[in-house]
């Protein structure tokens, strides 16, 4: 059997994990083509995955400062608010929000930084006349986990050719770290008119007919699918909010538990009907009353999939979700990078994929309802080669998972 070594090419799935004070973090990415002479591993982890085969795993931890640069204080610094660069994008101005990342290209003054400078810098405090800019990485002074998972192993052809990979910064760089709040600070993610959207109208219009089709491709669908799974158990009580066509649910054995009663809410009659998981549905419109029409403590999982993004008052809709579910129940937000642009409130174009997640987090902690909150990120899978978007890119849509579990006995 083939093992890692330098005569070798490995496929190797990745899993970071890290926490905040609140919330458990996992990054999951796909290593494609490792090669051990060449690449670049964080202290110690090459040692450990020399010599594993297929389907064998290994993990290391590091203290703060070991895998990544350690938190300087020295990074943290004034500068006027009159350097934050406002611009306009698809018609928004977009300004300085505290708590909030924003490219460094975004501000002037900052030395060695040209406009181009994708790295975040973060506003951890700002009045009328002054910024202060964290430019410490978004995870310096965290406890990490790197761990992985061989996914294949191949012979090499040849060291010509290809690039260097350093594979902690393919995963962290420009996104991990991204969603914890500062500690007491929380992040300003609705001020202004960060919930409104460019097509007000009432969405039963917009969603009036149907879309019997995928929101996502069909790897990012099995992740997400998959992803969900661990949450269900025999016999549940499940509620598919804001369901369409597909519930992201598993169908058939050994990933589906038996006796699934799955009830979906959305705004298409339609496309439910056409829904093979759901064992009943009704149409209802949470943008016009986020109040779910079921008794409190109904359900033992509430699934919200692919849609958090339309939603104008999500607060309440998270603290709706809390009362229908059973003490120890589930909710599970999904998302990726896509969205209907008409519809989509503004704030979710404006931030970094990885502060949605930081949102969506945000919303379940501030109902006060939510224990054992985790998120995860699935990326850089390859896209199957019959999506219609795979002329744009070879890479899946990336997906986003936060989960909480109902307190209360």
């Given at each position: 059997m083939s093992r890692i070594d330098n005569a070798h090419v490995a496929t190797i799935e990745l899993f970071l994990s890290w926490r905040d004070e609140a919330v458990r973090h996992e990054e999951r990415y796909l290593a494609r083509k490792v090669n051990p002479w060449r690449?670049?591993?964080p202290p110690g982890f090459r040692e450990r995955i020399e010599?594993?085969?297929?389907?064998?795993?290994?993990?290391?931890d590091y203290a703060p400062g070991e895998a990544l640069p350690e938190r300087r204080d020295d990074a943290v610094i004034r500068l006027p608010r009159r350097a934050f660069a406002s611009k306009t994008v698809a018609g928004r101005r977009i300004e300085p929000r505290l708590s909030r990342f924003y490219p460094r290209g975004m501000f002037t003054g900052l030395v060695g930084v040209f406009p181009q400078d994708a790295r975040p810098a973060r506003i951890v405090?700002?009045?009328?006349?002054?910024?202060?800019?964290?430019?410490?990485?978004?995870l310096a002074g965290r406890r990490?986990?790197?761990?992985?998972?061989?996914?294949h192993i191949a012979p090499k052809v040849s060291d010509t050719g290809g690039h260097l990979s350093c594979w902690l910064e393919?995963?962290?760089?420009?996104?991990?770290?991204?969603q914890s709040p500062l500690p007491g600070l929380p992040t300003d993610f609705f001020s202004g008119d960060a919930l409104s959207r460019p097509d007000d109208a009432p969405d039963a219009a917009f969603y009036a007919a149907p879309r019997l089709t995928g929101h996502i491709d069909a790897q990012a669908d099995a992740l997400l699918t998959d992803g969900y799974a661990g949450y269900l158990r025999p016999g549940m009580a499940v509620l598919d909010l804001m369901s369409s066509v597909a519930s992201h649910l598993?169908?058939?054995t050994p990933?589906?538990?038996p006796g699934l009663h799955v009830t979906g809410l959305g705004l298409n009659d339609r496309e439910m009907a056409a829904n093979p998981r759901l064992a009943a549905h009704v149409v209802?419109?949470?943008?016009e009353n986020p109040v779910l029409p079921f008794p409190d403590a109904a359900f033992d999982a509430v699934f919200l999939s692919l849609s958090v993004e339309y939603l104008t008052r999500p607060r309440e809709v998270f603290a709706q979700c809390a009362r229908v579910l059973k003490p120890g129940g589930r909710l599970c937000v999904g998302f990726s990078d896509r969205w209907f642009p008409q519809k989509v409130t503004a704030v979710w174009p404006d931030l970094h994929p990885f502060e949605r997640v930081g949102l969506v987090a945000a919303c379940a902690r501030d109902t006060g309802s939510f224990a054992d909150l985790a998120t995860t990120s699935i990326r850089n899978w390859w896209r199957p080669t019959d999506d219609p978007h795979i002329r744009q890119t070879l890479t899946s849509d990336p997906v986003f998972v936060v989960t909480g579990k109902r307190t209360g006995t």
């Open positions: 690449d670049v591993f010599g594993l085969g297929v389907g064998d795993a290994a993990s290391c405090a700002m009045d009328a006349d002054v910024l202060t800019l964290d430019l410490n990485h978004p990490l986990t790197l761990a992985a998972t061989v996914r393919e995963i962290t760089d420009y996104g991990p770290g991204m598993p169908l058939e990933f589906a538990p209802h419109d949470l943008n």
